[in-house]
């Protein structure tokens, strides 16, 4: 089991290592941006890349996020509850999101295809958005991995 999650720690700190260049480029071309607009000349479309990187900066930080624990936490309700209630509480809440991430997940896979198929671009630079849709779907998958791997080391007795 060890190796199944130490895969989710190293796929989530890949995903957030995107999501940290994805900043620092939305980051970059603000700036820039602003710079050349004092100048009179802005940059085409940058409005464009700058929201569909922010997709990819917000989707790709969620599973390092998750397997870290930098969510919001209620503890001051759960923490109050006996140790066999306050794990299958925890169990429960995390097959709800695993849940919750499947649906969502397959709902962006599916409106990726209909992207993909009517050729839906961006108005400016007339890029395609299916690319960013089926990365933040596949988010979602990852998602479900590490939470997966959450709920064993709670199961396993390992919980903050």
Not at 53 to 75: E, L, N, Q
Not at 85 to 111: C, D, E, S, Y
Not at 116 to 137: D, G, L
Request: with cysteine.
């Amino acid at each position: 089991m060890g190796k199944f999650l130490k895969a989710a720690l190293m796929v989530s700190e890949w995903m957030d290592m995107i999501a940290v260049c994805a900043l620092t480029f939305m980051m970059s071309l603000t700036m820039a941006d602003v710079i050349f607009r004092s100048f009179g000349t802005p940059i085409i479309g940058a409005y464009e890349i700058v929201g569909l990187s922010c997709a990819i900066t917000i989707g790709f930080a969620i599973p390092f996020t998750s397997w870290k624990r930098g969510h919001v936490y209620m503890d001051f309700i759960v923490d109050r509850l006996p140790q066999r209630r306050k794990t299958a509480l925890m169990v429960i809440t995390r097959l709800m999101v695993i849940l919750l991430f499947i649906f969502i997940g397959v709902n962006l896979f599916m409106l990726g295809r209909e992207y993909y198929v009517s050729h839906e671009v961006s108005q400016t630079i007339r890029m395609p958005i299916y690319p960013f849709v089926y990365a933040v779907s596949l988010v979602c998958f990852v998602e479900c991995y590490v939470i997966f791997c959450d709920m064993l080391k709670v199961l396993g007795g390992y919980h903050e």
